[in-house]
């Protein structure tokens, strides 16, 4: 009887054409992920160069902006809020109102609108607060607008915005922190409405010297010089975070 030959002796093999097939297939997929990687990783890297430039220049208006006080008349004097403490205007706060009143006197607008929700606190508002506290100093209570609900920059501006449209009012000044005037001015601008900043003004500085009493000795100027370096450090992270701020705005990103 003749013997069957059999196909199992040896391993099965895939045809030239089978093998080619497969490498051209394996090459075609790592191909372009080379390309993609070559090209992408530098285009990536100038996407987040041009970011940090934007920001930075971006960082430099809001500086420059910081120390402009552009008040002139308007229809309202919007003053943004700040923290208050169970019924009471934290001292950023105060600064900020006492400005709005000083311009509200010198007749630089008919009205004042206060600004800014709860923020932690379940009774008071940083709005209500401020129109306490206007009204405590003489401001009749016709002339004090409130804006009691936004829980962020973006979100009392928007309010602000929307009580500027119901009262037929076109223009205000913005009385905040100098860091804060730039980003809610382009916000206010954007909606069309004529904005004037005015910083509310800075502590005033305690003289080193006073009359019939010694200058400060070199430990003295060595720890203020390290004061005020910290103090600007912390001012330009002040203008940074807010052009970050401003740039997520820009793109629909609200905080």
């Known amino acids: 009887m003749g013997q069957v030959p059999n196909s199992s002796t040896g391993p099965e093999r895939l045809s ?10 394996a090459t ?9 990687t070559r090209i992408g990783l530098p285009l990536l890297a100038l996407a987040v160069l041009a970011a940090a430039a934007a920001t930075f220049s971006v960082a430099k ?14 229809d309202v004097i ?40 709860k923020g ?38 928007a309010a602000a915005i929307e009580i500027m449209r119901r009262t037929n009012m076109k223009s205000c000044i913005v009385v905040s922190d100098g860091y804060h005037i730039y980003r ?9 409405i004529s904005v004037y900043g005015s910083p509310r003004p800075a502590q005033p500085r305690q003289a080193h010297v006073n009359a019939g009493q010694d200058s400060p000795g070199q430990d003295s100027r060595e720890q ?23 740039g997520l705005w820009r793109i629909g990103i609200p905080i």
């Open 184 to 192: 809610v001015k382009k916000m206010l601008e954007f909606q069309g």
């Open 120 to 157: 932690g606190d379940p009774t008071f508002t940083e709005g209500d607060v401020g129109r306490a506290y206007l009204s405590r100093h003489g401001v009749p209570s016709e002339a004090i607008l409130v804006e009691s609900e936004g829980e962020s920059t973006v979100e009392s501006t």
């Open 16 to 25: 030239p054409s089978s093998e080619t097939l497969g490498g051209h297939a």
């Open 224 to 246: 203020n010089s390290r004061e005020q370096d910290s103090k600007d450090w912390r001012q330009q992270w002040l203008y940074f975070r807010q052009a970050i701020a401003y």
């Open 61 to 74: 208006n809001i500086e420059r902006q910081s120390t402009v006080d552009e008040a002139q008349p308007a």
């Open 28 to 36: 075609g997929s790592v191909l372009p992920l080379r390309l993609l």
């Open 78 to 117: 919007l003053v943004l809020g700040a923290a208050e403490y169970r019924g009471h205007p934290s001292p950023v706060l105060e600064a900020r109102l006492n400005h709005a009143l000083f311009l509200y006197l010198q007749g630089m607008a008919p009205r004042i609108l206060t600004t800014g929700g």
